[in-house]
């Protein structure tokens, strides 16, 4: 298909999706501002159109995102013993399976599922924008790549609302169920112990993020860690077997240029996060874990980037951002307290729906019923 076709298919989606949350919005009008978190998500009939529209983009699609082939040739071949792909994704594999059914059913009900937990996880106030910042950052284009890893992150995005309540029990619930999708996710219930009180400060988190941002553009710091874990597989000879997983970083620190746009552009969004978190955490102290999270997501994403290994538990992290982003312009925007911090908002928002159109000349889409015979 063309490139046009492609835009009409990914903008079309995004406006549809806006249109059908920001009604549900409507229809959830609260009495108070302060209220904002005082809604969680009764998904009505508005929010069930949206979520099948995703579902279905997701799931009909036609060799879009790299595992696509993989994953067609795992439905088709009928082995479902268990081995590399987990539980939850292998079952409902091989149900559609011993009902006739299609792998762009399994691909469906994997991206319904995983949208369902993502839309119950946003204050309904938040909801547009949130998925406005999910669509723009990539994060929906990588639920067509990461299919498993990303119906993780629903289950792992919905239960982290438990953690200020400190209902234990159900966050780690929800973390086995993403487990079962993607084994990585297990341990994400370690974040129950992470004092989230003691850890915040704003500005001694935005000193530690511009100097990890700094390293990561240094080739030669980077470089340390892998020769780091070199010379201790000298004398711990196991290590070495992960030696492999390094290897990229020497690509990826030689070719990182501050005159990468994307990279300064998330930096700069870092920051933007991190300054307003005061305002937010002070008005919405619930806020706290989510900042934690992606602080540590942010920190280690600099510190470790371009190790393949580390980067699969801390995409899990960084997946926040969409969130603290609707969170900070959402307040910003409605308070007007700022001159600057308005503006700023308003540039983050062209710039994200930019770069979505950017993703889309590099993403082409074609349906599989066009195609696959």
Request: one cysteine or more; aromatic letters at 26%.
């Amino acid at each position: 298909m063309t490139l046009a076709f492609s835009y009409l298919v990914y903008t079309t989606l995004l406006f549809s999706v806006l249109f059908f949350t920001y009604f549900a919005k409507k229809k959830h009008r609260l009495s108070s501002h302060d209220e904002l978190f005082a809604d969680n998500i009764n998904l009505n009939f508005s929010h069930f159109i949206a979520i099948i529209f995703i579902a279905f983009i997701v799931g009909y699609r036609y060799e879009v995102g790299t595992d696509w082939y993989s994953y067609k040739l795992y439905f088709e071949n009928g082995i479902f013993k268990e081995g590399k792909i987990e539980f939850g994704y292998r079952i409902i594999n091989q149900i559609i399976y011993n009902l006739n059914g299609k792998y762009t059913l399994v691909f469906f009900i994997v991206s319904f599922i995983s949208w369902y937990f993502i839309f119950k996880g946003f204050p309904n106030k938040l909801l547009p924008l949130g998925l406005y910042f999910l669509f723009c950052d990539e994060w929906f284009f990588f639920s067509t790549n990461g299919v498993r890893q990303f119906a993780a992150f629903g289950f792992f995005f919905y239960a982290i609302q438990f953690l200020p309540q400190r209902k234990f029990k159900k966050f780690l619930f929800w973390i086995f169920i993403a487990g079962l999708f993607h084994r990585s996710a297990w341990l994400l219930s370690l974040i129950c112990i992470i004092p989230w009180s003691k850890l915040y400060h704003r500005n001694t988190w935005m000193i530690v993020y511009i100097f990890s941002f700094l390293f990561s553009q240094n080739a030669t710091l980077l470089k340390i860690i892998p020769l780091t874990f070199s010379t201790l597989g000298q004398f711990i000879p196991f290590l070495n077997v992960y030696l492999l997983y390094f290897e990229s970083v020497f690509y990826n620190a030689e070719n990182i240029s501050i005159l990468n746009f994307g990279i300064v552009f998330r930096a700069l969004v870092a920051i933007y996060i991190l300054y307003y978190s005061k305002i937010i955490i002070d008005k919405y102290p619930n806020t706290k874990p989510y900042y934690v999270i992606f602080f540590l997501g942010t920190i280690l994403t600099n510190v470790f980037i371009g190790i393949p290994i580390l980067s699969r538990f801390i995409i899990y992290l960084t997946f926040f951002r969409p969130f603290l982003l609707a969170l900070s312009v959402y307040v910003i925007l409605h308070e007007k307290k700022h001159k600057f911090a308005v503006i700023a908002s308003y540039a983050i928002i062209l710039t994200f729906f930019i770069l979505f159109l950017y993703i889309i000349s590099i993403s082409p889409y074609n349906f599989t019923f066009l195609n696959d015979h």
